[in-house]
């Protein structure tokens, strides 16, 4: 009887394992050399073939010698953003803010994007003037249609930013929890502490599979700054094997860059936008 109790259990424990497994595998991975690093996304599944294929992939490598240089352009991208409830969201391969449905949106050609989640990469995906810095916050954008419209931020080490400083906390509390959630409170998107007085506009991709090339990047220009210890804290919050979740920059393909300079600061009701489509 004693030994069919211990089978038991034992079945039990591993099947609890098998499960937790099955609960925190993510399909793809960013370590070069792993099963599904980047440079194998292409093959490991088949609706993620444009990895690998696509002619308009990102991140890129963004400098002015590759970018058309634009002043105060009549195509306009405005901003209407406000404060809402937000949550944190450990993914396993990154940290990520998840607005409420009324946190705001941007509009672009006429196009409405809602703001629908923000999260980090560290390092930075984008490079700028052939160098990767040390993060990159992605503002993620979605239209009615599924169309995506991402605003990047480019962080080099330096002094604490303000906004991870506030939710250092919370993110310390779903540290190594798969799908951790906490509640942040109520919080303004443009918290995040950038502008649009200069900016990199281009057409490209998701920058983890599927790789949709469906997305209009807009990088901010001026580059922010973010703490050694902040680095550790959103990096050692993810799961092992995402200390970096930063995809390798991609061919540009005779793509047109644009680079938006503003004469004047803008302001979020009215800032300069060039058509990319």
């Given at each position: 009887m004693n030994n069919i109790i211990i089978l038991f259990v034992t079945f039990l424990a591993l099947s609890s394992s098998s499960l937790a497994a099955e609960e925190t595998e993510t399909a793809f991975h960013y370590k070069k050399g792993a099963q599904a690093d980047p440079s194998k996304w292409s093959m490991t599944k088949k609706e993620w073939k444009i990895c690998g294929t696509g002619k308009r992939q990102s991140p890129i490598d963004l400098s002015p010698k590759i970018a058309r240089l634009v002043h105060n352009s009549t195509k306009l991208i405005q901003t209407y953003y406000k404060p809402v409830d937000a949550t944190l969201k450990n993914r396993g391969y990154d940290i990520m803010v998840s607005w409420d449905d009324d946190?705001?949106?941007?509009?672009?050609?006429?196009?409405?994007?809602?703001?629908?989640?923000s999260h980090w990469?560290?390092?930075?995906e984008h490079f700028l003037n052939?160098?990767?810095?040390?993060?990159?916050?992605?503002?993620?954008?979605?239209?009615?249609?599924?169309?995506?419209?991402?605003?990047?931020?480019?962080?080099?080490?330096g002094a604490p930013n303000a906004f991870i400083s506030r939710i250092m906390g919370k993110i310390n509390m779903i540290a190594n929890i798969q799908d951790g959630v906490a509640t942040i409170g109520r919080l303004h998107p443009k918290d995040f502490g950038w502008d649009l007085t200069k900016f990199y506009e281009y057409s490209g991709s998701l920058t983890t599979p599927p790789c949709t090339e469906d997305v209009i990047w807009t990088i901010i220009s001026k580059v922010g700054t973010v703490s050694r210890e902040q680095i550790k804290v959103l990096v050692d919050a993810r799961r092992g094997g995402f200390e970096e979740n930063a995809r390798p920059a991609q061919p540009l393909n005779n793509r047109v860059v644009y680079l938006n300079e503003q004469s004047i600061r803008s302001t979020p009701s009215s800032q300069g936008q060039i058509n990319i489509n």
């Open positions: 946190a705001g949106k941007i509009v672009i050609n006429n196009t409405d994007y809602q703001l629908v989640q990469h560290a390092p930075s052939g160098e990767r810095l040390a993060m990159e916050l992605h503002m993620v954008h979605k239209s009615e249609e599924g169309h995506l419209a991402v605003i990047g931020v480019l962080f080099r080490e």
